[in-house]
C-alpha cells in the first residue's frame, strides 16, 4: 500500500518530469546528446602552404625519372578532391617523338584491382552477392577444386578481395594473361588451381583470385565486366578517359610502353583486354585517375548529408581498411627508427608508419607501364604516378613527396570533434576538480566509476594533485578530443598544470567510466605520443 508520504513523492516527480519527452530522447539533443560533427580540418592555410612543396616534388620526380630513364611519366598532387598540381613530360612515342601531356593515357597494370572491389561492393549493397558465401556459388567451374586439405574451407568472395584464398602469388605469369579469353579462363579454372596455403590463413598476392572477381560480377550482373565497369562506375564517376581496352584508345592519347634492354627502350606491344584484364589492364589519364583517388578521399570523415557517386561512402571507407593482416616490420637507422605494419583492404593495401596513421595505396606493373596512387584518407591528400617504363618503380618517389608535403607543417589529420555530452562532463569534472561534492560526482559518474575506485579516495587523491598544483585551476581551452566521446584537457592551476582525461561510457545520457587527473609541466604537450619512440 502507497504511504501518503510517498504518494505526494510520485506526485511531484510527475509534476516536474515533462509528460511528452522520454529521458534517452532528451539526452540525445542539446547538452547530452552523443552525436559529434565530423572530423575537421583546422588550419586555414592548409591547402597554400601544402602549395609551397609542390617546386620540391617536381626536382624529386625530374630526378627520378631521369635516373630510371622513364620514355613518358605524370605525377600528381591531389589535395580535397582537387588535382592540385601535375608534372607530366617525357616521349610518348618513340616512332614519332610526340611529348607526354596531361591528356595522355597509361595503363595503370594492378591498380585496376580496386575498380573491381568497388564492382563487387556495389553488387554486394544491392544484395546480389554475399562477400562470405563460397565463390563457386557465382562461378560454377570452381566446384569441382580439389583443395590442398580436407579440412579447408571453400574459397569465399571476400578471401579473393583480400588475397587470402590460398592461391599461388602470380605476378610473372599474372603479367601475361591479360588478352586470356573467356573460354580458356573457365578451362583453367576446370582443370584445377594449385592451392600455395589454406584458404583463409595467410595473406598471398593473387592475380587469378582477381580474374575469379570479374567472371563473379559478369555472372552475376548478366553483362561483360567491362561493361558493367563502364556503364556503373566508370560514367557515373565522369571518368570518361578510362578503358579496359587499349584499342579503344585513339593513338595520339596513348603513351607506349617500353623496356630498357642493353641501355635502349624496346617496345612493348600491348596486351588485348581478356578474362584477366580486371586484375591489371584498365588505362586511364592523370586527371580521371585523381578523380579515383578523389573518389576514395569522399568516403572521409563519416558524416551526414547526400552521397556521390555509384557507391556508398561506407562501402568505399569499408575497402581502405585492414581486412586481413599481411605483417609488420621495424629498421632502426642510426636514430630513426621506421615502422610499417599493416595489410590489404578490398583491392587496396592499406599500412601505418611512424609517421602517418593511415597510408592507403597500390602499385602497378606490367610490361612497358608502372604506376602508383597512394594517399592520406585522414589528411585528404594523395599522389598519382605514371610511367612509359616496364615496372617504372614510383613507391620511394611516392613517399618522398609525401614526405616534402608533411615538411611544409600542414599535412595535419582533421581534428575529432567532441560532442554535445563529453563537452558538458569536461565542463562538470572541471567544477568538481576545484570543487568536490558528492551530488555533482553522481550526477556525472557511471555506475562502475566509484565501484572501481571510491569517490572518497577519487576525492582525496584528485585534491592532492590539485593543492600541489597550487589549487584555483582554470580551463585553459586547450581540448584534444580523442573521438566523440573521450577527451583530454589543459588545467591551469596558480603554480602548475593538470592534464585531465575522460571517457564515457556506452549508456544514454554517456556519463564518465573513467576519469585521470596528472599533473602537467607548463612546457608538455597534451598530445598522445609518437607511435615509435627510441
Known sequence: MTTPRRFVTLLLAALLLPPTVSTSTAAQSGALSSLAPPAQFTNPDRLATLRTAFPAIDSLVR????????????????????????????????????????????????????????????????????????????????????????????????????????????????????????????????????????????????????????????????????????????????????????????????????????????????????????????????????????????????????????????????????????????????????????????????????DLRTLVSHTGGLPGYGSIMSWLPEHGVGVIGLGSLTYTGWTATANEAISRLRATGALEPRQPQASPVLLTRREQVTRLINQWTPALADSLAAMNLFRDESAERRASQIASVRDAAGGACADTGEFIAENALRGTWRLRCATGDLAVRITLAPTVPAQVQFLSVQALARDDSLAPAPVCRR
Request: with cysteine; aromatic share 8%.
Open 63 to 354: 630526378r627520378f625519372v631521369a635516373q630510371r630513364r622513364v620514355p613518358g611519366y605524370a605525377f600528381g598532387v591531389i589535395v580535397d578532391g582537387r588535382l592540385e598540381h601535375i608534372i607530366a613530360d617525357g616521349i610518348r612515342d618513340l616512332a614519332t617523338g610526340a611529348r607526354i601531356d596531361t591528356g595522355t593515357v597509361f595503363r595503370i597494370a594492378s591498380m585496376s584491382k580496386s575498380f573491381a572491389a568497388v564492382a563487387i561492393l556495389q553488387l554486394r549493397d544491392e544484395g546480389r552477392i554475399e562477400l562470405d558465401l563460397p565463390a563457386e556459388t557465382y562461378v560454377p567451374e570452381l566446384a569441382s577444386l580439389q583443395y590442398a586439405t580436407s579440412d579447408a574451407p571453400r574459397i569465399t568472395v571476400r578471401q579473393l578481395l583480400t588475397h587470402s584464398a590460398g592461391l599461388p602469388e602470380d605476378n610473372p605469369w599474372g603479367d601475361q594473361q591479360l588478352d586470356a579469353t573467356e573460354e580458356a579462363f573457365s578451362e583453367m579454372m576446370r582443370r584445377g588451381l594449385p592451392f600455395s596455403t589454406v584458404p583463409g590463413t595467410q595473406y598471398e598476392y593473387s592475380n587469378f583470385g582477381f580474374a575469379i572477381l570479374g567472371r563473379i560480377v559478369a555472372n552475376v550482373s548478366g553483362v561483360p565486366y567491362a561493361q558493367y565497369l563502364r556503364e556503373r562506375i566508370l560514367q557515373p564517376l565522369g571518368m570518361t578517359s578510362t578503358t579496359l581496352e587499349s584499342s579503344d584508345v585513339d593513338a595520339s592519347r596513348l603513351a607506349y610502353g617500353y623496356r630498357l634492354q642493353d641501355g635502349k627502350w624496346l617496345l612493348e606491344p600491348p596486351l588485348a583486354d581478356g578474362a584477366f584484364g580486371v586484375m591489371g589492364g584498365m588505362l586511364t589519364t592523370p586527371a580521371d585517375l585523381a578523380t579515383w583517388v578523389s573518389y576514395m578521399l569522399d568516403a572521409w570523415p563519416a558524416r551526414d548529408g547526400s552521397e556521390r557517386g555509384p557507391v556508398r561512402r561506407a562501402s568505399v571507407r569499408e575497402m581502405q581498411q585492414v581486412q586481413r593482416f599481411s605483417g609488420a616490420s621495424a629498421d632502426a637507422r642510426g636514430d630513426a627508427l621506421t615502422l610499417n605494419a599493416g595489410g590489404y583492404g578490398y583491392g587496396l593495401r592499406v599500412v601505418q608508419t611512424c
